[in-house]
T-cell receptor
């Protein structure tokens, strides 16, 4: 079964707008990671947030983690058409980096 | 793609045939992972290996087999026992920096059963 559930399944916005994606999970985690996948390609790591962290930034990306609610959000600010991709959250519940992925959010940014 | 190569990019197979997907890494990492992705779905773990000559079943290992004879290679065989083999297959290599474990992914192999 999937550890992570993502919401929304699909998101369509205009260039310049912010995009927010949410991820909920079921069990305690060591860390939570966000990945991006362009159509038909491998996944690219975006950002990792540890269980003792609440917020993390990387460029236009902002990730929050609420362990009491078992949820995380990924915010992409000032979106660009090139941000169009699928975004996945993945949780690490082991001591050796085994990840469990959510089903992903498909983001479309219209120019 | 983080030093991971997968071949071929596209693979077609007749029903009932076994097929082997290649995954090679030049990062000198001990661990390697195989995932399966179906359309509109996230990744599901098939097999993983944390060290040479050792591997473990993931969440959906039935119908698949692997070997880890060399550190740089982790081939995946999709056997005729796999009922729905058509999917996108991704190989990954964990990377650690301190307490952070992320994964580098290969470009993937898209398998289609005719």
């Amino acid at each position: 079964s999937q550890q992570g559930e993502e919401d929304p399944q699909a998101l369509s916005i205009q260039e310049g707008e912010n995009a927010t994606m949410n991820c909920s999970y079921k069990t305690s985690i060591n860390n939570l990671q966000w990945y991006r996948q362009n159509s038909g390609r491998g996944l690219v790591h975006l950002i990792l947030i540890r269980s003792n962290e609440r917020e993390k930034h990387s460029g236009r990306l902002r990730v929050t983690l609420d362990t009491s609610k078992k949820s995380s959000s990924l915010l992409i600010t000032a979106s660009r058409a090139a941000d169009t991709a699928s975004y996945f959250c993945a949780t690490d519940t082991t001591s050796y980096g085994k990840l469990t992925f959510g089903q992903g959010t498909i983001l479309t940014v219209h120019p | 793609d983080g030093g991971i190569t997968q071949s071929p990019k596209y693979l077609f197979r007749k029903e009932g045939q076994n097929v082997t997907l290649s995954c090679e890494q030049n990062l000198n990492h001990d661990a390697m992972y195989w995932y399966r992705q179906d359309p509109g779905q996230g990744l599901r773990l098939i097999y993983y290996s944390q060290i040479v000559n050792d591997f473990q079943k993931g969440d959906i290992a039935e119908g698949y087999s692997v070997s880890r004879e060399k550190k740089e290679s982790f081939p995946l065989t999709v056997t005729s026992a796999q009922k729905n083999p058509t999917a996108f297959y991704l190989c990954a290599n964990p990377w650690s920096s301190g307490a952070q474990d992320t994964q580098y992914f290969g470009p993937g192999t898209r398998l289609t059963v005719l």
